[in-house]
């Protein structure tokens, strides 16, 4: 058996420190969704991702790809935007066993209202306290996390 490889303590400090961020980031963002839109983050992003495709309108597996999400998660998710009148589901013209989720005119309203309030949360506990040259950084530090933790590009609708 071979002797782990333990981490420097370099390495340990960042570990913990990218460890907080990923465990704090989230409740934080969720609670200012929640206060100010009324939606959870995953129903922000879910919406989000559905905004910024061209037609306004994903399948729903490449929604679960760039969401990271479960299609039971995410068909649970879009039950919940449906009966809010956010999206709309129905059958893939192409392959009738794909779903499609569209935004609708109140999902859109919705995005549009809830994007202010939440880019201006990022921006405080993220990229505020950060000089360009570290958001130059963290972008490269993630990318390159992503590289190995998502190889196609799937949570940046790259894939």
């Not at 679960?64 to 809010?84: F, M």
């Not at 589901?89 to 609708?104: C, E, K």
Request: with cysteine; proline share 5%; charged share 25%.
């Amino acid at each position: 058996m071979t002797e782990p490889r333990w981490l420097s303590d370099d390495e340990r400090l960042a570990w913990l420190r990218l460890v907080a961020v990923t465990m704090l980031l989230p409740s934080r963002l969720e609670a200012e969704l929640k206060r100010d839109a009324g939606l959870s983050h995953f129903e922000y992003y879910v919406l989000a991702m559905i905004s910024e495709s061209p037609q306004k309108q994903l399948l729903l597996t490449e929604l679960a790809s760039r969401t990271n999400s479960s299609l039971s998660r995410l068909s649970h998710v879009i039950g919940r935007l449906e009966g809010a009148g956010f999206l709309t589901r129905f059958p893939s013209p192409v392959d009738g066993r794909a779903s499609i989720a569209a935004l609708t005119d109140a999902g859109w309203e919705k995005i549009v209202a809830s994007a202010p309030g939440h880019v201006e949360e990022v921006r405080e506990v993220v990229f505020d306290p950060l000089t360009s040259r570290q958001v130059a950084q963290l972008s490269e530090i993630c990318g390159q996390l992503l590289s190995t933790l998502d190889p196609e590009h799937h949570l940046l609708g790259l894939g």
